[in-house]
């Protein structure tokens, strides 16, 4: 099985160091050119603003989590999903 690749938003420190623990390959969200599978980022407004994603949203279809509606449990059983 291929391992899961997630660009995590260089703040969530907490976070990426959690799916690290559980085995999952992180990379900081906006400093990448690797192909990632799923996305965390905080926004606590309604509203996705993609621009500053465009480098990684365009290659692929990426699974996008908000760290602000997800705890981190939440955040690690999605990514396992995928």
Known sequence: ????????????????????????????????DEHIDAMVYYDDSDIINEEGFENVTQKNQVVKINAAKNNIDQIVRKIKEI
């Open 1 to 32: 099985m291929k391992r899961k690749v997630v660009g995590v938003q260089r703040e969530l420190n907490e976070i990426a160091e959690e799916l690290i623990r559980q085995g999952i390959k992180v990379t900081e969200l906006l400093d990448t």
